[in-house]
């Protein structure tokens, strides 16, 4: 009797674990074949490069073969990719007026932010993608023309004077599946550097993500209201959220997280956006080395929703202030909403420096709940819990000095 009800239990544990995912099969990304072959000239190569988009046949891709393209902001279209190959780099010219929504606010402080177009938009698409072994760069850093400061200096100054600063996004994906950016370097991102939409099935593969750990609002990989999402074999150091899953006008879900390893950033994060909920997310074999945060959620009755439905799986950690941090009442911001943070599963996470851990739920009647299953930190940890539900418990006397590269292949 016992050995039939455990057996069901078991079949009833592996239908859930195996539906917090992807739920399509993701296999490594093959580069299309070029439409046409590009090469670097030294002027604005906006027209010659969006051009070629436009007219490539679609499964085809633009390739840009050698050398420096400067670019202001670029569409490519429904089933067309870019191919950026190793030896050449894009660069984001940082002229505001390129990038301006119309109201001449790109490049200034304003109360909204949303005054810019991304560098590269793909809309409505099916099947488009950016490939290759060569360089994104969004010359957050660099002096804006006609101005007297850089994208990072703006967003800065939006901090200082409590509003916000109109940068334009690295890449964005709206309304469209089957999205692919794979092996690509993404650098000095303006703001957001890939950001989706509304968009279900984007694979992103091999991906690096190399921006000073300084600049703001500069988050890595941001998938919102999106869904069947995996993001896998990356390398991601930024200046805020290496990945942070929100929700704010649709939810999100089946995302899976496989084999990265995180640098300088704000950590693995959902939320603090998660109004239409957040679940079925699967972060495994992760290594995080140097981000402030580590595995967190964040969210508040502000901007509150359901997260449920997320397991964390053999996460190596070092040097991160906040191994993990789930707080519900994040930023103590107030408002009509209610967070939910259930389901949350640890299991085998390795923290092999000292930090604070944080599990801080909204009231008695709505706890975080979490379980934890082989979890083992360092002595002289800290631990802060309250309105929390801990299954399982931690161990001190984790071993070993480096991660290496126990996730990341
Ligand atoms: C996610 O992928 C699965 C498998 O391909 C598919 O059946 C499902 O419809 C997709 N979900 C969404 C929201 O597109
Ligand atoms: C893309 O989606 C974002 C977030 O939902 C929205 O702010 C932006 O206006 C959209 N852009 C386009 C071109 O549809
Ligand atoms: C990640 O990328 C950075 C910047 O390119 C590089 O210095 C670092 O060695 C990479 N880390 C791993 C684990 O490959
Ligand atoms: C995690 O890494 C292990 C060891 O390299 C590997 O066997 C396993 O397939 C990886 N898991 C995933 C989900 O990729
Ligand atoms: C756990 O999450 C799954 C979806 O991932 C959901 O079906 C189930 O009801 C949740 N269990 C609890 C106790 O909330």
Not at 107 to 115: A, I
Not at 381 to 388: D, E, G, L, P, R
């Amino acid at each position: 009797m016992l050995g039939r009800w455990s057996i069901l239990c078991v079949a009833v544990v592996l239908l859930h674990v195996s539906s917090a995912r992807d739920l399509r099969t993701v296999t490594e990304p093959k580069i299309p074949q070029s439409c046409t072959v590009l090469k670097a000239t030294s002027g604005d190569e906006t027209t010659t490069i969006q051009n070629a988009l436009d007219k490539c046949a679609k499964g085809k891709a633009v390739e840009l073969s050698s050398g420096t393209f400067s670019s202001g902001p670029l569409t490519v279209p429904s089933g067309v990719s870019l191919l950026v190959n190793s030896g050449a780099t894009l660069k984001a010219i940082p002229n505001p007026a390129l990038y301006d929504e119309g109201k001449k606010t790109c490049g200034t402080l304003d109360n909204y932010g949303v005054g810019c177009k991304p560098f590269i938009t793909i809309r409505g698409a099916t099947g488009s993608g950016i490939y290759g072994k060569g360089t994104i760069d969004g010359q957050g850093g660099e002096t804006m023309t006609g101005k007297s400061e850089s994208w990072w200096k703006l967003a800065r100054r939006a901090k200082a004077k409590n509003n916000f600063q109109n940068n334009p996004k690295m890449i964005q994906v709206n309304d469209s599946s089957d999205i692919t950016l794979y092996q690509i370097t993404l650098k000095n991102g303006p703001y957001y550097h890939v950001y989706s939409s509304n968009t279900y099935g984007l694979t992103i593969w091999g991906i690096t993500i190399d921006t000073s750990p300084s600049s703001r609002n500069t988050d890595g990989v941001d998938p919102m209201g999106s869904q069947n999402i995996t993001i896998a074999h990356c390398n991601i150091s930024t200046g805020d959220d290496n990945v942070a899953n929100k929700a704010m006008d649709r939810p999100t879900a089946h995302v899976s997280i496989l084999n990265n390893h995180f640098g300088r950033g704000h950590g693995m994060s959902i939320g603090s956006e998660i109004m239409y909920g957040v679940s079925d997310v699967t972060v495994s074999n992760l290594t995080l080395d140097g981000p402030n945060y580590g595995l967190r959620i964040k969210s508040n009755r502000y901007r509150g929703g359901v997260v449920t439905g997320v397991t964390y799986t053999n996460v190596c950690i070092t040097n991160v202030k906040n191994p993990i941090f789930m707080d519900m009442n994040y930023e103590r911001r107030t408002g009509k909403l209610t967070p939910s943070f259930q389901n949350i599963t640890f299991n085998n996470i390795k923290v092999l420096t000292e930090g604070d851990y944080t599990f801080n739920g909204l009231s008695d009647s709505n706890p975080i709940e979490v379980t934890l299953n082989d979890v083992h930190v360092v002595k002289n940890s800290k631990w802060v819990s309250s309105h929390a539900k801990i299954s399982g418990t931690y161990e001190e006397g984790a071993t070993g000095t480096t991660c290496g590269n126990a996730g990341y292949q």
